[in-house]
């Protein structure tokens, strides 16, 4: 083994880490070896979304020390950047899994040893709604302690700007580079004021501290007073107010929600963030007959009821697919844990729930929300505010985004109805970055990516499945004020735009090996690019580390991606995961009238199987 591991495991025996961390790190030490490697061969980085790994000791682990260098990393980038303010502020917030609230507190802590305003959600919250609280509160930053969909023995951190949106370019990587000069864990600012069990706690406890339960953006006064001294504010029902509030705005289609307010709508949160938003989401809007999963609204790291509480799984929507049955449902939807991405199953032709993929869920909602902007005026760049319900274009430019991996299917909706269009690399920081470069010029309509994840409306700069949630619910309402089903509608959308089929391949090679195979099995295919895909000519091979793409006019950062197109419109897009030890390889099938569209499918999948 490295000896470089073995030093590095042993300095975790210092006094400086807790009893039950030093206990771990000998146990490694004494056992198996590939055990060890894996843990201290790297630290963890920031990767498509942030900070994730295993929880357990070890630098590439997810514990209160690689979070307390990571926050202090990051605290120190947010002074270089933010110094000049009188006050930093940062939100944060957790989902359900084990540990989360613990690392919460501690990333709270430390930035209020570093001097920070820190508005700490008084318990779990979605991702969404903590990138709305970035924004709404003002903060320079922020920190969203989950791990999204991953297998409870994961944690992970995701480190916000001041949009709302994920960290991208420069600053992730400047972000690393501060957290790499974090060498010892003493630089790390701990709040060493009381006993970390109670500060948080203490933080609401006296009527002279009311402030800090007050729930509310602190005033020039408050802010004068704390004069650059750390303080934690705690919030949550306010937060939640405003939040679905400003939801409530994005809506098309209330008349046809008045009239079908009693569709059967079935609802999961699969343990996760979404047990109360979404619920309350969906009554604010006016259905009232949900239904929801009784057994996973109990929140829980173990997730229970699940293999994995992952909503593109199959096996963890069976509970929700079966209540569906048992109440006549007409749509059943679902949010991963930290509650941004949205699983969705709907009724087909013969009256059997079926699972829709991220791009069959993204196409549907692309084409309501570009027909509904339409059948509003929304659409008409001579419009009046008076006839748009004050959402004139004002002279900018409606634009939808989608990802190079996402089906083209909704380009081809957006030109259908003469809307621009960008295609980003994976990431929902990466549709968040095209919103940015817009404000003031464009207004974003919505935007999706392949992996369950869609927003509507600039409030949010991440995955939302709150609105996601809400707006399929409101266009099964509209299909039914047309006599059809959502299973119809996406039939209707097949038959304008030509038939798709979508679908991916995960290969999973977890530690120092299997990075090893996985870089390889990329070289190996930038190096040898195939000729055809299922006998189509590749007329066009996109190397994005190689060469420079734009979106169209953003530039796209460079990434260790590779796409293949072919003649016929198929496109093979392959990539290694940023935040897992997976290759992926993405397929979008493009179908011409008569094709046997299965067995051009398995022709695809054995042309780039991988052993």
């Known amino acids: 083994m490295d000896e470089r591991i073995i030093q590095v495991a042993k300095s975790w025996l210092s006094d400086g880490y807790d009893e039950e961390t030093r206990k771990e790190v000998q ?53 270089q950047c933010f110094g000049q303010l009188r006050q930093i502020r940062v939100a944060i917030s957790h989902d359900c899994r084990n540990n989360s609230a613990n690392f919460a507190r501690i990333v709270a802590e430390i930035f209020e040893a570093n001097g920070f305003l820190v508005y700490l959600t008084k318990e779990l919250r979605p991702t969404p709604e903590l990138s709305y609280a970035i ?17 409870k ?14 960290v991208i370019a420069p600053h992730d990587k400047n972000i690393i580079a501060e957290v790499n000069k974090i060498t010892d864990i003493s630089q790390v600012k701990w709040h060493k004021a009381e006993p970390a069990e109670n500060a948080i706690e203490n933080a609401t406890a006296t009527p002279d501290q009311a402030a800090n339960n ?16 750390g ?60 239904h929801l999963v009784e057994e996973q609204c109990v929140n829980s790291g173990d997730f229970p009821t699940v293999q994995s509480p992952n909503p593109e799984e199959p096996t963890a929507m069976k509970m929700a697919l079966d209540l569906a049955d048992q109440v006549g449902a007409e749509v059943v939807c679902a949010s991963d844990p930290d509650a941004d991405r949205c699983g969705m199953a709907v009724r087909n032709s013969e009256g059997t729930m079926v699972l829709l993929n991220g791009n069959q869920m993204n196409c549907i909602l692309t084409y309501y929300m570009l027909r509904r902007w339409k059948d509003l005026g929304r659409l008409d760049k001579d419009a009046t505010a008076s006839n748009t319900n004050n959402n004139s274009l004002d ?20 030109d259908y109805f003469g809307v621009k269009w960008y295609n980003v690399l994976t990431g929902f920081k990466n549709i968040a970055e095209v919103i940015y470069h817009n404000e003031g010029k464009g207004i974003y309509v919505c935007g999706g990516e392949e992996s369950f994840g869609f927003a509507v409306g600039e409030y949010v700069r991440d995955k939302d499945s709150p609105i996601t949630v809400s707006l399929i619910c ?80 953003v530039k796209l950062a460079k990434s260790n991606v590779l796409q293949y197109i072919a003649q016929d419109g198929t496109v093979v897009s392959l990539r290694p995961s940023g935040t897992e030890p997976k290759i992926k390889f993405y397929f979008n099938l493009r179908c011409n009238p008569g094709e046997d569209v299965e067995a051009k499918a398995a022709a695809i999948d054995a042309q780039f199987k991988v052993e």
Request: a neutral charge.
């Open 27 to 79: 146990r490694l030490l004494d056992g198996d070896p590939k055990e060890l490697e894996d843990a201290f061969y790297k630290t963890l980085e920031f990767g498509t979304g942030g900070l994730r790994g295993i929880m357990g000791a070890g630098s590439n682990r997810m514990n209160r020390y690689t979070v307390g260098m990571a926050t202090q990393g990051f605290a120190n980038y947010l002074k």
């Open 135 to 151: 924004r709404y509160y003002g903060c320079q930053g922020g920190v969203m302690v989950t791990a999204s969909h991953n297998p």
């Open 153 to 166: 023995i994961y944690n992970g951190y995701k480190a916000y700007w001041s949009d709302g949106a994920q």
């Open 214 to 229: 007050a729930d509310h953006i602190l005033t020039n006064a408050e802010l004068a007073e704390l004069n650059g001294k």
């Open 231 to 290: 303080k934690i504010v705690m919030v949550g029902e306010k937060l939640d107010e405003v939040y679905l509030k400003d939801l409530s705005t994005l809506h098309l289609s209330p008349e046809s929600v008045k009239r079908h307010h009693d569709m059967p709508i079935v609802y999961t949160p699969l343990h996760g963030c979404g047990v109360k938003i979404v619920p309350r989401a969906l009554r604010e809007m006016g259905f009232t007959n949900v």
């Open 395 to 414: 002279n900018r430019f409606p634009y939808i985004i989608k990802t190079i991996v996402t089906s083209n299917i909704m380009s081809d909706i957006a």
């Open 474 to 553: 409101e266009c099964a309402a509209w299909c039914k004020d047309s006599g059809i089903t959502l299973w119809e509608l996406l039939q209707h959308i097949y038959h304008l735009f030509g038939e798709r089929k979508d679908w991916l391949r995960s290969y999973t090679f977890p530690g120092i090996e299997g990075k090893k195979k996985i870089d390889s099995l990329v070289e190996r295919f930038r190096q040898n690019p195939p000729k055809d895909i299922a006998g189509s000519p590749i007329v066009e091979f996109r190397d994005y580390l190689q060469q420079d793409y734009y979106a169209p006019e």
